[in-house]
């Protein structure tokens, strides 16, 4: 498991799951760190600006999580 050391913006290679297209409208998502009570949150969100995700699903303390918590989203979007 994959340990995320210091927060820093998010790129593509520093993310080893693959984010599935949003399940609303097939668009792409991206990771956004965010800060919560002093915390760093992570949440994602659809980078359609007319998408009901556009707004991003709830955060997560690890980028890992919310990623897993998209894809699962997604999956369910599609069956
Ligand atoms: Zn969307």
Same mark, same amino acid.
């Given at each position: 498991?994959?340990?995320? =050391? $210091?927060?820093?913006p998010?790129? &593509?290679e520093?993310?080893? /799951?693959?984010?599935?297209? @949003?399940?609303?409208?097939?668009?792409? =998502? $991206?990771?956004?760190?965010?800060? &919560?009570?002093?915390?760093? /949150?992570?949440?994602?969100? @659809?980078?359609?600006r007319?998408?009901?995700?556009?707004?991003?699903?709830?955060?997560?303390?690890?980028?890992?999580?919310?990623?897993?918590?998209?894809?699962?989203?997604?999956?369910?979007?599609?069956?």
């Open positions: 498991m994959t340990k995320f =050391p $210091e927060p820093k998010l790129k &593509d520093d993310i080893d /799951v693959t984010l599935k297209p @949003c399940p609303f409208c097939g668009e792409k =998502p $991206e990771v956004v760190e965010t800060r &919560d009570y002093g915390m760093n /949150v992570y949440t994602i969100h @659809c980078t359609n007319k998408c009901l995700l556009y707004f991003g699903v709830a955060p997560y303390q690890q980028a890992s999580e919310v990623i897993q918590a998209w894809n699962w989203r997604g999956r369910y979007g599609h069956e």
